[in-house]
C-alpha cells in the first residue's frame, strides 16, 4: 500500500503513527484533557476532606489516650501533603490556562489565571488542624473558579475553532474525483424498484479512491456493519458523527483522533451495495439528518 509522507506546518500538531492534527484541534484536546485532570483533582480534595472530618472523631473514640496526640500530628502531615500536591497541581492548570489564552489569541482578562493562586510553601509543624482546614476550603474554592474558567474556555475555543473544522471544502475532499450519485431523502431502491427513503448521500467514485474525513474528530467505529459493509464513524463536537459506509479497506481504528482531509478509508462496494461508491451519513444526537444542512455541496437543490 502506498503511504504519502506530509510535513509538519507550523499550525499542525504530529501525533503518534504518523499523522497531524490542527494546532487549534490539538488546543481542544488539551483543554479537555485538563478538565477532565482537574475533575479528578476536585474529587481528590473532597475525599481528603471528608477523612478530615471524620478522622479526629474516630480517632478520639477508638485510640488509647497516649497515642492520641501522635494520631493526630500523623493526620495534620498527611494533609499537609494533600495540600502540597493540590497547590502544585493547581500552578499547572493555571501555566497551561494562560498559555491556551494566548494561543488563542483571546482577552487574557477575560480568562484570567494569574491571581488568587494559593500561598505555597512548606508546613510549619505548628500549623492547626482549623488552620489547614481553611486552607483547603481556599483550594476548594479555587478549583471552582478554574473548573468554571476552563468550561467557559472550552466552549469559547469551540466556537472559535470547531465549526472551522467541521467547514466543508468540496466534494473532492470527501472522495478524490467523486460525483454525488444519490440523494438524502426518498428515492427507488436500487434492489427492489419500490420507494424508499435514503438516509445519506451517495459518492460514485473509482474503486480504491481515498476517502477523507469531512471533519477533525474521534473515530467511534471502524469495522462491518450489516449493510453498510465496512464502514467508519466518526465523532464530532456538538452532538454530530459522520458515517462512511461501503468501503473497501479501513485505515483508522477506533479511538484514533483525526483531522479534516485525512484519509480513513478506500473506496470499494462492501455490504449491500451494487458498485463503487461512499454511502455518506450525518447524525444528529444519533438522527441521520440531510447532509446538506452542514455540507451545502450536498445539498440536492443548491444553489448555483
Known amino acids: 500500500m502506498k503511504h504519502h509522507v506530509e510535513t509538519p506546518t507550523p499550525y499542525s500538531i504530529r501525533l503518534e503513527g504518523g499523522f497531524q492534527i490542527s494546532y487549534q484541534l490539538g488546543l ?13 483533582l476536585w474529587g481528590g480534595y ?19 489516650p497516649h497515642k492520641i496526640d501522635e494520631l493526630t ?22 501555566a497551561l490556562g ?11 482578562q477575560e480568562f484570567d489565571f494569574s491571581h488568587d493562586v494559593p500561598v505555597g510553601g512548606s508546613f510549619m509543624q505548628e500549623n492547626t488542624h482549623e488552620e489547614l482546614l481553611a486552607t483547603i476550603h481556599q483550594l476548594n474554592a479555587m478549583l471552582d473558579k478554574r473548573y468554571a474558567q476552563l468550561m467557559t474556555l472550552h466552549q469559547t475555543l469551540q466556537m472559535h475553532w470547531g465549526q472551522r473544522e467541521l467547514s466543508f471544502t468540496g466534494i473532492g475532499k470527501a472522495v478524490t474525483n467523486g ?15 419500490r420507494k424508499a427513503w435514503h438516509s445519506g448521500v ?16 474521534v473515530v467511534s467505529y471502524a469495522n462491518t456493519k ?69 455540507f451545502p455541496d450536498f445539498k440536492r437543490n443548491k444553489s448555483t
Open 226 to 294: 450489516g449493510g453498510y459493509g465496512y464502514v467508519v464513524d466518526i465523532k464530532h463536537s456538538n452532538g454530530l458523527t459522520t458515517r462512511y459506509g461501503h468501503n473497501k479497506e479501513l485505515l483508522v481504528k477506533p479511538g484514533q483522533v483525526v483531522r479534516k482531509g485525512q484519509t480513513i478509508a478506500l473506496l470499494g462496494s462492501s455490504g449491500r451495495s451494487t458498485g463503487p461508491h461512499l454511502h455518506l451519513e450525518v447524525h444528529k444526537n444519533g438522527q441521520a439528518v440531510d447532509p446538506g444542512e452542514y
Open 46 to 64: 473532597q475525599l481528603a476532606l471528608a477523612k478530615m472530618a471524620k478522622q479526629p472523631t474516630s480517632m478520639v473514640t477508638e485510640s488509647p
Open 202 to 217: 451517495d459518492i460514485a467514485g473509482k474503486e480504491g479512491s481515498e476517502i477523507k474525513a469531512l471533519a477533525a474528530g
Open 28 to 40: 481542544l484536546l488539551l483543554l479537555s484533557v485538563i478538565i477532565i485532570a482537574l475533575s479528578a
Open 179 to 193: 460525483w454525488i450519485s444519490s440523494f438524502f431523502g426518498p428515492r427507488y431502491d436500487p434492489f427492489t424498484g
Open 98 to 108: 494562560e498559555r491556551l489564552v494566548l494561543s488563542a489569541h483571546l482577552d487574557p
Open 73 to 94: 500530628e500523623q493526620h495534620l502531615q498527611v494533609l499537609t501533603q494533600h495540600i502540597g500536591r493540590i497547590e502544585a497541581n493547581l500552578m499547572r492548570i493555571n
